[in-house]
T-cell receptor
Framework: GNSVTQMEGPVTLSEEAFLTINCTYT??????LFWYVQYPGEGLQLLLK?????DKGSNKGFEATYRKETTSFHLEKGSVQVSDSAVYFC?????????????FGTGTQLKVEL | DAGVIQSPRHEVTEMGQEVTLRCKPI?????LFWYRQTMMRGLELLIY????????DSGMPEDRFSAKMPNASFSTLKIQPSEPRDSAVYFC?????????FGSGTQLSVL
């Protein structure tokens, strides 16, 4: 079946540091890949997505590139801010199910300190 | 649009009681999902609906859990009887095409 593996957290960084959160996946076919962010007390929000190999998703300074050869979708940001502190989830879609049925990773908590 | 609306935000109940969680999806969305989030197991898909019809309930943990979607604007997740191990945050999400939107969740504590 489909699965998503993320690096364990928490990840603690100083403001303006470079961020990488690793994500690898196992899937049949050609899934779409997503990063969601969850701020304290809130639901998940879509951060970015990529729908085919070599696509780069980007939003709010975050980027991730769909690497089919390494089955990876690592999240990066060049300079993090305190406001980026949240839990980040990597996910893939099961297109056979329709309607964006997603398989999520376990989430990686990011803490950014001044 | 107000987004996906869940109620209540917090629910504290005693073991053995019935719990009903409610969800109003975004108007026009044709898929609705119920997820459960715990520290131990992360986000788990419990059940999802397409056009009000349950498509896959393989994630529902036990017969104590049931979900309904009587119309396009309302869904419920019921736990009867509730147990302490059901304590979690329950999220409802709706989607149209490839965009999924989550509600703010219901924090359930079963004592």
């Amino acid at each position: 079946g489909n699965s998503v593996t993320q690096m364990e957290g928490p990840v603690t960084l100083s403001e303006e540091a470079f961020l990488t959160i690793n994500c690898t996946y196992t899937a049949t076919g050609y899934p779409s890949l997503f990063w969601y962010v969850q701020y304290p007390g809130e639901g998940l929000q879509l951060l970015l997505k990529a729908t085919k190999a070599d696509d780069k998703g980007s939003n709010k300074g975050f980027e991730a590139t769909y690497r089919k050869e390494t089955t990876s979708f690592h999240l990066e940001k060049g300079s993090v801010q305190v406001s980026d502190s949240a839990v980040y989830f990597c996910a893939l879609s099961d297109r056979t199910g329709g309607g964006n049925k997603l398989t999520f990773g376990t989430g990686t908590q990011l803490k950014v300190e001044l | 649009d107000a987004g996906v609306i869940q109620s209540p935000r917090h629910e504290v109940t005693e073991m053995g009681q019935e719990v009903t969680l409610r969800c109003k999806p975004i108007s026009g969305h044709d898929y609705l999902f119920w997820y459960r989030q715990t520290m131990m197991r992360g986000l788990e898909l419990l059940i999802y609906f397409n056009n009000n019809v349950p498509i896959d309930d393989s994630g529902m943990p036990e017969d104590r859990f049931s979900a309904k979607m009587p119309n396009a604007s309302f869904s419920t997740l019921k736990i009867q009887p509730s147990e302490p191990r059901d304590s979690a945050v329950y999220f409802c999400a709706s989607s149209f095409r490839d965009k999924l939107f989550f509600g703010s969740g219901t924090q359930l504590s079963v004592l």
